[in-house]
């Protein structure tokens, strides 16, 4: 089943597959959060609690936090594949990632014309 998105007025679809093997679990060990910027000190603040930081303009941080799920198995795989969080299964790369694995072969692709407009019909009707 494919996989599509909207962000503002644009349309992407998910392409690519995810492969362990190669990323090394990366999105099963790590969050990222986007945040409002609240005080000039911010990035201070949470890179002196270990928390990488990228800021996105004035107003916003982005945060990178290790953050292993406890059902990785010790062979690196999902213990609860078939059960797992509804995150674990959109999880992919998109527009709006700011840290990621350089070797993860997911990723949002913008998409135009009559197959974003197929694609935003699906969405509706789900």
Same mark, same amino acid.
């Given at each position: 089943?494919?996989?599509?998105?909207?962000? =503002?007025? #644009? +349309?992407?679809? %998910?392409?690519?597959?995810?492969?362990?093997?190669?990323?090394g679990?990366? &999105?099963? @060990?790590?969050?990222?959060?986007?945040?409002?910027?609240?005080?000039?000190?911010?990035?201070?603040?949470f890179?002196?609690? =270990?928390? #990488? +930081?990228?800021? %996105?303009?004035?107003?916003?941080?982005?945060?990178?936090?290790?953050?292993? &799920?406890? @059902?990785?198995?010790?062979?690196?795989?999902?213990?609860?594949y078939?059960?797992?969080?509804?995150?674990?299964?959109?999880?992919?790369?998109?527009?709006?990632?700011?840290?990621?694995?350089?070797?993860?072969?997911?990723?949002?692709?913008?998409i135009?014309?009559?197959?974003?407009?197929?694609?935003?019909?699906?969405?509706?009707?789900?």
């Amino acid at each position: 089943m494919m996989k599509y998105r909207q962000i =503002g007025d #644009k +349309v992407y679809k %998910l392409v690519g597959k995810c492969e362990p093997e190669k990323c090394g679990t990366w &999105c099963c @060990h790590h969050i990222v959060l986007k945040i409002p910027k609240v005080n000039p000190n911010d990035v201070e603040y949470f890179e002196a609690r =270990g928390i #990488k +930081v990228r800021e %996105l303009g004035d107003r916003e941080l982005a945060l990178l936090i290790t953050a292993p &799920c406890q @059902h990785i198995t010790k062979d690196g795989k999902c213990g609860i594949y078939n059960e797992r969080f509804e995150n674990c299964v959109i999880y992919a790369k998109r527009k709006t990632d700011w840290f990621s694995s350089p070797e993860c072969n997911i990723m949002w692709k913008e998409i135009h014309g009559r197959e974003a407009q197929i694609a935003l019909k699906r969405m509706r009707d789900r």
